[in-house]
């Protein structure tokens, strides 16, 4: 079974500044990363997928890059409404499918 | 646009059975290569997946939850529903429904609903 770690736990950003999270898998998974935005009292909203595809009506702000192991989604100028939690998924291997355990992105 | 809305009993007892039903609006539960699957959030954690069902009929579950799960469809009314028996408070938890195209990622979610286990 496919594991996936995210760092840090929590992120503190200034609105405006450039936001860096990190996944890791425990295989190599290629390039089968999607990534989430979860805000309180509403679904999960898929991000990113392929590592690097923006899903549709995702701002180009939000970025993803990685392979094998080690993967990164980079908002690159916080707004006010990117504060949220983010999770990766890796889908090389599934079911099940796995989440990481999420980055908590808050307002520094 | 593809719709999913999840409804059922709010409070369940311990030891009982909970019950779930997300409906499917935009398109059809029984077009090829589409898994519906259970994913939930218990408080304070992160998202865990319960479980799926193909379009076929096809089920497949979480292996830490599988001896407590039924995942089960209604074509007919377009929903496929959960069963997650002997519940503890463990289970109180949001509970989605989702879709995934057969990429293995979900692109539509439920709004999610929750479900709290207590006497």
């Known amino acids: 079974e496919i594991l996936m770690t995210q760092s840090p736990a929590t992120l503190s950003v200034s609105p405006g500044e450039r936001a860096t999270l990190s996944c890791r898998a425990t295989?190599?998974?290629?390039?089968?990363v999607a990534w989430y935005q979860h805000k309180p009292g509403q679904p999960p909203r898929l991000l990113i997928y392929g590592a690097s595809t923006r899903a549709s009506g995702i701002p180009a702000r939000f970025s993803g890059s990685g392979s094998g192991t080690d993967f990164t989604l980079t908002i690159s100028s916080l707004q006010s409404e990117d504060f949220a939690v983010y999770y990766c998924q890796q889908y090389h291997d599934w079911p099940p499918y796995n989440f990481g355990q999420g980055t908590k992105l808050e307002i520094k | 646009q593809v719709q999913l809305q999840e409804s059922g009993p709010g409070l369940v007892k311990p030891s009982q059975t909970l019950s779930l039903t997300c409906n499917v609006s935009g398109g059809s539960i029984s077009t090829a290569g589409y898994y519906w699957s259970w994913i939930r959030q218990q408080p304070g954690k992160g998202l865990e997946w319960i479980g799926y069902?193909?379009?076929?009929?096809?089920?497949y579950y979480n292996p830490s939850l599988k001896s407590r799960v039924t995942i089960s469809k209604d074509s007919s009314k377009n929903q496929f529903s959960l069963k997650l028996t002997s519940v503890t408070a463990a289970d109180t938890a949001v509970y989605y429904c989702a879709r995934d195209p057969k990429e293995g990622k979900f692109d539509f979610w439920g709004q999610g609903t929750l479900v709290t286990v207590s006497s």
């Open positions: 295989q190599i998974i290629s390039n089968r």
């Open positions: 069902i193909y379009y076929s009929g096809y089920t």
